[in-house]
Each structure stands twice: as C-alpha cells, then as structure tokens.
C-alpha cells in the first residue's frame, strides 16, 4: 500500500472511531469526505491496473455498515447541529457504496469484465433492468459514432468531451455536501476522455470547493479531465484556480462576501441551522450565492422554507440597503440565489464552453466532433454554442430529459442521430465501459 493509500484508510479510521454515533452534522461530513480519499486512493489503483488494498476496500465496507445501522430507517437518519435536529435522506450515498462494493468483488487482476459491471448497474435503472440494457445498447451505437469520427476517412480528429455533473454524469443527492461520485463512475470516465478524446472538461453550476466539485469527485483532479465551476467562470488549471470575473464590480464581489458572512450568523441561528445541508446548501461562486431552500425529497416543511427566505432578503437589505448591488433570485423551487449586479450580457454555460476551449488552446469547430452531455435546460446554452461553432458535428446526451428539453435538444442539434437520450448516468458509464473494453481487445 501506498503512503496516500495508508493515510486515507488511517484517516479514516481515526475519524469513524472518534464518534460512533455519527449524530453531528460535521462530523458526519467529515466522516465521508475522509471515506472519500479511499475512493480516489481506489480509483487510481484501478486507473494503474493494480490489485487494490483490502484496508480500503474495508473502508467502504465500513461506512456502509454505519451508514445502515439502526439509526437509519428507510433511508432516513436523524442528525444534530449545534442548535437543532433534522432528517436527511442518504439514500443516494448508500446505493452509491452498495454499487462499489458489488463491482469491487468483481474486480480481479487488475481489471474488471464490462458485462459485470453492466450485470449489477441494470439492477439499479430507475425503470427496469430490461430498459438498462435497451438504452445501453442506443448510447453505445450512438457513443460509436462519436469515438469512430476520429478515424482518417472521417473528421480524423480525437473529439471533445463537456459534460454537466449533477443529474448527468452523477445521480442529484438530497443534500450537494455530500454528493459524493461512486469509484466505478471515475473510472469509466477518466477512462473514456483518456482513449477517446483530445480535450475533456466537467461544466458545473455549483463552486469548485467549499463543497464543491474537486471535494466530491473520485476522479484524479489533475488528470484526463478539466474542472471548472461557476458555469465555467472558474477552472482548476495546473493545480491551481483560475477566475473569469470580468463584468462584475468590485463592489459586487465585497457585497457577496459579506452577504456569506451574514449566512454564515443566519446558519447558527436555531431552526435555520439545517440549511446548510438543504440541497445546495451555501454556495459561493464567483458572481452569486446559491441558497438551497427545499430538498428533492421535500423534507423542509413549506413554512419553515419561507421564513428562512425572508431572513436572506433581511440579510441583503442590510448588505445593500439601496437595492442596487445584490439581486434576490427565486431561480429554482430547490433553491435561490444572490446575484451580483453585472455588466453586459448574462453568463451561462455557453460562455463556459467557449472559454474551457480557448483556455487550453483549442476549438469547438471542425474538424472533430463536440460531444455535450446534460440534463436541465441551463445545459441547453452549450449545445447551442457548440452547434454555432460546429454545425455538422455538435452531438448530445442528455439524462432524464423533460418532453421541452428533448425538443429543445433536437431542434437544435438538427440530427436525431447525433442526439441520445438516457435515463441514468449509469448507462453512459455501462457505455464507456464496453467501448473501452473493444478497443482494449482490438489493441
């Protein structure tokens, strides 16, 4: 075992020995955020194909076991601030380990068969087995097409690769803190943008720390994929974070960071103390805070949520009495933000595009091919600045997509060829698994 890999499993251990009951909130966090660095010790052995350490497979083991004691009852587990108690619901943090764990003990000399993988993702569709492997059988044609572009009779030209996260490439979580990726959806990934593309970037609307991206992520963040936050407005670039903050003022950056400061003393306050795990929690971008104010679950009742709306909106008065630097944006029924005042035209993931291809010194346009990948309307904008740039070669992939969103994606692609439709990330992961094994046959 590695040193990184002896320090996670003994920090681990230090952690979940310290408090059993794992019943606060922060160490409950901390908790995982540690069993994490045992996935990204994993990913990597896996990534090297070498055996991987039982004392880290035992850590997921571990966690599981204290994730599904008698405190958690469907799913459900009481938890306590300093101030109050709560529920959370951790279903999507235990079917994650459950996942690991099942395709973990299929996982010998060094590799592990696709059809394994597929033979225990197909149990968890949201639809049905039978459906897992009917998507799985269009993606893979369809992700063909994609890698096949490169070949000399063709664009002859490795395409690119732009994914959103949340809901696209890793199922949403009742809570973003911890959102955490699973081992097998890393590999699959890093994997793919590895042997199929020449660029390679995850777009996220949430931070890149604080939670955020690079905390949640099993994937080497220096490795086959690019990290940005903020809608692209901030990227993890040779180890370091790189901000795009042109159009916002001086002072609206110094009204966002006393505007958390004051949701940092609102958090403390008795029943408001659980919103710091609601959804998206606190969340401080580049030119916004975003406010998760009801879970996927609906577990904040209605009431409680409002109050707390208000208490923000009192908290901006006092930041910006004059209305003139912060907007209040009920943005989504899981969530609002606080917005700074910009100049010019709006930021959106299309702006995030073009900027992850000029900072690395490349081009949506042909030839080659853009691959993005999405699921919500905000993930629209890309494929629009993708098909400006690239008419004949923009493709996407969306997850769960709503009736409007199919017919947005179609209508603006023009070829429902280059358009797949899915209904679990697992299905693209299943996909990049299979294709990563023909080519490892055919070399």
Known sequence: MTVLEANSAASFMQISTSDA???????????LYSMQEARRSIVKCILEKVDVPKDLILVLESTLRMLTDSRTVGFQRKMRTQFD??????????????????????????????????????NFHPISPEKFVEELDACCSFLVDYVESAQPERENRKPLFITDWDGTMKDYCSQYATNLQPIYSAVCMAGFAQEFTRLAAVLTAGPLRGPGILDLTALPIDGPLL??????????LDNHRVVQDEGISEEGIDALERMKDEMGILLKTGEYSQFALVGSGVQRK?????????TVCGHVPAALSERYQEEVRERMHR????????????STE?????????????????????????????????????????????????????????????????VRPSEKIRESVLAVVGDPTRVCFISSPDVFHAAAARLLETKSELD
């Open 227 to 236: 990290f940005s936050g903020s809608w692209g407005r901030e990227w993890w």
């Open 21 to 31: 009951n794992l019943g606060h909130i922060d160490h409950f966090k901390q908790f």
């Open 85 to 122: 108690t709560f529920t959370l619901n951790i279903k999507d943090e235990i079917i994650g380990l459950k996942k690991d764990l099942e395709i973990l003990s299929r996982y010998k000399n060094g590799s592990l068969e696709a059809s394994e993988l597929e033979t225990v993702l197909a």
């Open 286 to 294: 580049v030119d916004r805070l975003t406010l998760g104010v009801q």
């Open 334 to 398: 899981l969530e609002v933000e606080v917005v700074a005042h910009s100049s010019g035209s709006v930021w959106n993931k299309a702006n995030g595009v073009s900027r992850v291809a000029e900072i690395k010194g490349d081009s949506l346009r042909a030839p080659g091919r853009v691959l993005v990948c999405g699921d919500t309307m905000s993930d629209v904008p890309m494929v629009q600045q993708a098909k400006h740039e690239n008419p004949g070669g923009v493709m996407a992939l969306f």
């Open 319 to 330: 930041v910006d009495p004059y209305n003139q630097i912060l907007v209040f944006d009920p």
